[in-house]
């Protein structure tokens, strides 16, 4: 299973690198449409736009390249100087791969999708080989005149080839469609390291805000309620002092209010602690955790975990924060009927996604916690990506290091 498995992703691989070939060939295109207007003197004005399109085109390929393997950073934006622009060290590597991918991705995305095309097509030939007339052939093979069943189950064993190649090649075709993207564009030798350290800066203070939000939620949270209460609870306490001398019975009254009281300030406490560090997940593990979460859920909840071994416990706390803010966000928020939550573990990384079938429109400035969830994420290194167009469905990725 794990081997058709491996397959069929090699077929879709090879359909993502196809939309960003045809996109590089666009790219490409402008790029040397510019290039000609510039021998004429009235392109230079077109150089930045032109060399963002390539940057925006590279960055996809970048986005498609890291989910598939070996994460390879974004450069950023393309200087905004024409000067700037040029001696921006990604800009020639981005358009030697834009060349390339052109042509190499398209030619490589073209044979992988048509390879189980035509294996299906010719697989299937003896069911419907009676609406063509003879005189059509074989599809693809229009000079193999089908006379009967017989040339139609020929035609079928051309297919099982095709078949055959498609298991045999797609793997390689899909390794072959990314090498230029692997070479090309990952940072040039020497400013991977500077990436590095400004991506590792950014992480910090995201990582320090993070810790400073939290650490305010926590005295708010202790502040309003759970010392509120406890102060209501000394207060009752010294009534009923005074009360016991003069009326014993509203004395009993007073010292069952404290005890109310007392109950929930210990409920407040608890729930301080749970959103520090949930108990339930050293108890339960990840996955029971997160189907406490989905049981208690307003809407209904589909649950998915795939994680056989446990992450750092940091990791997984972050995780079920993420799950805990946007099963709330959608019940308060998004007016859906139904909400997916789907974790598993691969190469390394703790993928989870949270979708919901509601109205959509999401916006990460009006607030709704999803600020929240960003920081979160990124104080671990992680990513979070938010697709929530006005009528749904929102969709929410979130992608956590937790070693190999």
């Known amino acids: 299973m794990a081997y058709v498995w491996g397959r069929v992703s090699a077929v879709r691989h090879l359909l993502g690198g196809l939309g960003t070939a045809v996109l590089a060939l666009g790219a490409l295109l402008w790029t040397l449409a510019v290039g000609v207007a510039c021998l004429i003197g009235v392109g230079l004005w077109a150089v930045p736009g032109a060399l963002r399109a390539v940057r925006a085109v590279a960055d996809r390929e970048r986005a498609r390249l890291s989910r598939l393997g070996a994460q390879i950073p974004t450069p950023g934006p393309v200087p905004a100087g024409l000067r700037a622009a040029v001696r921006d060290p990604f800009v020639r590597r981005e358009l030697g791969w834009v060349t390339l991918h052109s042509v190499t991705g398209l030619t490589s995305g073209l044979v992988g999708v048509a390879l189980p095309l035509y294996a299906a097509q010719d697989i299937t030939f003896p069911l419907w080989y009676r609406l063509l007339s003879p005189e059509d052939g074989a599809p693809g093979i229009f000079w193999w005149r089908i006379d009967g069943l017989s040339d139609a189950l020929l ?101 069952g209010q404290a005890q109310d009281a007392a109950e929930q300030a210990l409920a407040e406490l608890r729930t301080v602690v749970r959103g520090i560090l949930p108990p339930v997940l050293d108890d339960r593990g990840l996955a029971g955790a997160l189907a406490g979460l989905a049981g ?23 995780a079920y924060f993420v799950v805990a803010e946007a099963l709330t966000n959608a019940v308060r928020h998004s007016g859906a009927s139904q909400v997916d939550v789907a974790v598993r573990r691969e190469r390394g990384r703790l993928l989870v996604t949270v979708e919901d079938d509601g109205r959509g429109d999401a916006d990460e400035a009006r607030g709704s916690g999803i600020t929240g969830i960003r920081r979160r994420v990124e104080a671990y290194d992680g990513r979070m990506t938010l697709t929530s167009p006005p009528g749904g469905p929102t969709r929410m990725h979130v992608e956590l290091p937790c070693g190999s």
């Open 296 to 318: 208690s859920c307003a809407i209904p909840c589909r649950l998915k975990v795939d994680v056989a071994v446990r992450c750092a416990a940091s990791v997984e706390a972050t």
């Open 155 to 255: 035609v079928a064993v051309v297919g099982v080839g095709w078949l055959a190649a498609t298991v045999a090649f797609t793997p390689a075709l899909a390794r072959f469609q990314a090498w230029p993207g692997r070479w090309l564009l990952p940072p040039p030798p020497g400013v991977d390291l500077s990436l590095r350290v400004a991506a590792l800066t950014a992480t910090r203070a995201a990582a320090l805000d993070a810790h400073a939000v939290e650490l305010r939620r926590i005295e708010r949270s202790l502040h309003d309620g759970t010392q509120n209460r406890l102060v209501a609870v000394n207060v009752l306490l010294g009534a009923a002092r005074r009360a016991v001398r003069r009326n014993p019975d509203r004395a009993d009254e007073i010292l």
